[in-house]
């Protein structure tokens, strides 16, 4: 079920998109944390799913067809469980007049509330968030892992010069809990050739403090909760 919120007097320049379930409790501080940089917001509530885990690039479709047909100009696609730095807010005026199709973040995985891992692939970790809209929305191939930017032909990528922090992995057992859900969902390493253990896998661990004026807000205390199904 799409909800939508969005200002009353005048058409959006740029919407924010996300979908929750099992993290539904996460959306308030999101939503916080994510008001100074977009219009209004699109959600997809995917509580009332029986599956496992619910067809993931038809959430996103849905959720940029919405935005789309509000005449917004771009998106800033988020989840629950992210969080954008708080310098972001003053860039987000000059990315969206640039020329760029989409601007990527660095993904920094959380180890604790206040430090990312940046060992190995983890400090190299990149994901195209701010995309601007076109109405050349399709579905890609695929069911897992899919880029946001394929959804929209995006071809001109740069960089924001940001930082997106995911809490998902601050919990050691949420850490193992999300290793066995995509190997439940991806056995055979289809949509992730490199499979999924190196989630739960701690060797040469380096941790790196977020520095303070790339924090994020609300702060975040963490609740030891599992934020999603338990295979």
């Known amino acids: 079920m799409l909800e939508v919120h969005l200002p009353k007097s005048r058409t959006p320049r740029i919407v924010a998109i996300f979908s929750y379930r099992h993290d539904a409790h996460l959306v308030p501080a999101m939503l916080k944390n994510i008001a100074p940089l977009v219009d209004g917001w699109i959600s997809y509530d995917d509580r009332a799913s029986t599956e496992v885990f619910s067809h993931e690039p038809a959430r996103r479709l849905k959720l940029l067809q919405a935005a789309r047909d509000t ?68 579905m890609p191939g695929g069911h897992l892992h899919i880029p946001w930017q394929l959804f ?40 992730q050739a490199i499979g999924y253990e190196y989630l739960q896998d701690e060797s040469g661990l380096q941790l790196q403090q977020i520095k303070p004026w790339r924090g994020y807000w609300p702060r975040h205390v963490d609740d030891g909760g599992l934020w999603m199904p338990k295979v």
């Open 71 to 138: 005449g917004a100009q771009w998106v800033l696609a988020i989840d629950p469980d992210e969080r954008l730095d708080w310098l972001t807010r003053f860039s987000m005026q000059r990315l969206m007049n640039g020329e760029a199709d989409a601007y990527w973040f660095h993904l920094r995985e959380l180890y604790t509330p206040r430090h990312f891992r940046v060992d190995g692939l983890w400090g190299q970790k990149r994901q195209a968030r701010l995309l601007r809209l076109t109405d050349h929305i399709h």
């Open 152 to 191: 929209l032909n995006a071809r001109r990528l740069a960089p924001a010069g940001h930082n997106l922090y995911h809490l998902k992995m601050i919990d050691p057992a949420r850490r193992t809990a999300r290793a066995r859900l995509y190997e439940h969902l991806d056995p055979d390493h289809r949509m």
